[in-house]
């Protein structure tokens, strides 16, 4: 998938959920895979042409895995100009040593979570951008639907009160499969993710499910995708109500 095209996308979502205003500072969280960098990249070309003027910041919260090599990220940010913030953690140990959680993804989350929220206050942004795509969208509902007895997923732009910060979503009209073209396509270094956990998730079941019906029923993947939008969820209705 080239640039444009994923521009083309970005920005239909900015637009239809009204993600950028003019003098947003946004921060985005960069773990070093393939959404989070494909992510930056479209943000700072939309900021070049973009009518409502907007700043970036990249940041990563390190989780303190000692095989985690961000140089590629660092010169990918410096020849781009963007601010690069690493965030210096002992999460990993604390989550894996200190607790030996059974369950570490959530307490990680949380931890990781406070820790970007802090240097994005830190540095005056207002805003943070998270690389959810469509299958995100789509696979979270199903977590949802199957784990929770109810139908809800992330919105495309949301308010977290207590940090005054928004987060908004710009990747949501793309499909993973053109976030991993366009990655292949640009050779964008992707960091591998050293968590011992990374794939072996109820979120990599329900993904494994959903590619499975997709294949037999080519389209349901979009079509899910199609129902969340029209389906009255909490932050989903701006787009469809205002047309």
Known sequence: MTLQKV???VRQAVDDYHM???GDRIAVGISGGKDSLTLLLALNELSKFYPKHFTLIAVTVDLGFLN???DEIRTLCADRNIPYTIVDTSIAQIVFEDRKEDNPCSLCAKMRKGALNDAIKAAGCNKIAYAHHEDDVVETMMLSLFYEGRLHTFSPVTHLDKTDLTVIRPL???RESEV??????YQIPVVKSPCPADGHTRREYVKELLGKLNRENPGVKDRIFTAIQKGNMEGWTDYFGSH
């Open 180 to 185: 991993i073209g366009f990655v292949h396509k």
């Open 7 to 9: 521009l083309s996308r």
């Open 68 to 70: 985690l090599n961000l």
């Open 172 to 174: 949501i009209y793309m």
């Open 20 to 22: 950028i205003e003019e």
